[in-house]
T-cell receptor, first 112, second 108 residues
């Protein structure tokens, strides 16, 4: 299936741990994104990458480090997790020359 | 104040009713998106607009660039339309700015 796939779907972890979320798209898109949806369901951009190059880092704490090994993958590593990091994280992709987005199904992160 | 405002925040309707959700934005944009998020959480892109009007099935989206306003209409609403509808704008190709969403519940 052509899609944006994220793993894991659910992640429960303790404060202070380090965790990663993976995202892969097989749509041939050249731009990938991480969005965060908070407890009030509000979505906000975190990062965008175009052809493995960081384009946007939207005042996200340094504990969050995205990595794009190739244009089909964009992973998100989070160090020293805090309670406030609990949210749903969505990966998305698009062509930079076009505005059509495809979203992953989200990763619900719960920090306890 | 958020750069993208939606109204209403919550909407309930009886099956068959005509529904309108409004979106106003305060930034220059290249495109506007309507997204749907079901209770299961996944986000689906419904429309991308830069001018005029688009129709897909029972859904119609319009945009007025001069007034910085867009509407999403659902004709003959159905309980399966129950979801959160999110307006988002692209000031550039590099990101989306989202509205706070409209939670729609359609009752049989």
């Amino acid at each position: 299936d052509t899609a944006v796939s994220q793993t894991p779907k659910y992640l429960v972890t303790q404060m202070g741990n380090d965790k990663s979320i993976k995202c892969e798209q097989n749509l041939g898109h050249d731009t990938m994104y991480w969005y965060k949806q908070d407890s009030k369901k509000f979505l906000k951009i975190m990062f965008s990458y175009n052809n493995k190059e960081l384009i946007i880092n939207e005042t996200v704490p340094n504990r969050f480090s995205p990595k794009s090994p190739d244009k089909a993958h964009l992973n998100l590593h989070i160090n020293s997790l805090e309670l406030g990091d609990s949210a749903v994280y969505f990966c998305a992709s698009s062509f930079r020359s076009n505005y059509g987005y495809t979203f992953g199904s989200g990763t619900r992160l719960t920090v306890v | 104040k958020n750069e993208v405002e939606q109204s209403p925040q919550n909407l309930t309707a009886q099956e068959g009713e005509f529904i309108t959700i409004n979106c106003s934005y305060s930034v220059g944009i290249s495109a506007l998106h309507w997204l749907q998020q079901h209770p299961g959480g996944g986000i689906v892109s419904l429309f991308m607009l830069s001018s005029g009007k688009k129709k897909h099935g029972r859904l119609i989206a319009t945009i007025n660039i001069q007034e910085k306003h867009s509407s999403l209409h659902i004709t003959a609403s159905h309980p399966r339309d129950s979801a959160v509808y999110i307006c988002a704008v692209s000031p550039s190709t590099d990101k989306l700015i989202f509205g706070t969403g409209t939670r729609l519940q359609v009752f049989p």
